[in-house]
């Protein structure tokens, strides 16, 4: 079977804001939403900053609903209040004749947070000085007394998609991808898949990720990706700009409801856009470094734009993942100069991760959001803090302002860690 499937909901959680629209709108309008971080005191890493997600209130999102996932973690938190606004905005709220048996879930889904506070203690409180080791009787002792076996579960991936699948009685394909910043691309390209062959007639899926902790930034910090701009935070992000010194880490969530063309038409659904396209590849290199001739992304944009049968002088925008580090930045250039030969220059290519930061597993969904708002609203966001050329980078960046721009058809990358390449292509309805 190749069933069409289209999207029908949205909903997202981000640094920008929770409201579809007004959080759309401070994107056009170019806002930032880094700031120093306070989720813990990040006073002695040698980045400070972060774009985190404020105002968010589970509770009010959720309703009489909240009180059954009082326990879950922060993404899966973010991840339940997207796809409760997902599943609203595709209005899905008591639809008839929708079977549980044909709705499944599958997030590009990110480990929970660490119980650092408490395991930490453990740790201090089971070191053997003497012996200079861990005893790990007396460090079982405290995690026995300090550890919640709940907060343990929740740092599981697979969390956000049980809570979910709870949520909307989704009895459908239950599936978790955690390839690193791919992932949510990957997790809605491999949900279309279920919905093409007749596995389901909906699926709920995107991505959440929450890695603004003390580990998550000690570790990226320690493989030097994050920029260390502590005196302009809101300008650190940079994609693309010679400037760069490394990206800026979010956090959120990013919720689509995918659907069967006839299974929407027949409930009266509107139809947002349809995914038509995509491509999954490895580059097969180093765990952290991209190949130096992009061979991962370009086969992965060549596998989309074959599976949606568009050429590439069809494409009216690329989401690129430009994170702001050196060489992502550069490779993915190449890899696009690849796929699309002398007309690269003719496509306008930009990166809201300069306003949004990046969101890791849940980036890739919500920069598919953005595709299709800019497919409705004929508009391209831009990349902002984009002030100097690189020689290494000379594309259509679209800098600083939004370009209104007839988008019909939308390519959106996602590259991750581990050499994950993933791509997906969206058009307007047809």
Known sequence: MNRRVVITGMGWVTPLGCDLERTWQRLLGGESGVSTTAIFDAGTFPTQFSAQVKGFDFDAILGDRAAQHISASRNARFALAAAEMAWSHAGLNGAHGVSAEMVGV???GGEGPLDFGNFAAAAVNGWDNEQRTLD?????DVAYE???AVHELEQDPNCAASHIACRFNA???????????AASTQALGEAAAQIRRGDADIMISGGAHSMIHPLGVTGFNRLTALSTRNDEPTTASRPFDRTRDGFVLGEGAGMLILEELENARRRGASILAEI???????????????HEEGRGATA????ALDDADVKTDQIDYISAHGTGTEENDKLETL?????????AKNVAVSSIKSMMGHLVAAAGAVELITCVLAIRDKVIPPTSNYVHPDPNCPLDYVPNEPRQHDVNVCLSNS????????????RQMT
């Open 106 to 108: 599958y997030p590009g």
């Open 136 to 140: 790990a009787v007396r460090w079982a």
């Open 146 to 148: 300090r550890l919640s």
């Open 171 to 181: 009895q459908g394909p239950n599936f978790n991808t955690l390839t690193a910043c």
């Open 276 to 290: 038509v396209g995509f491509g999954s590849t490895a580059d097969a290199f180093r765990v952290t470094d991209i």
């Open 300 to 303: 992965s944009m060549r596998m």
């Open 335 to 343: 890899a696009i100069r690849n796929v699309f030969g002398d007309n």
């Open 415 to 426: 590259f991750g860690f581990g050499g994950q390449n993933d791509t997906l292509i969206v």
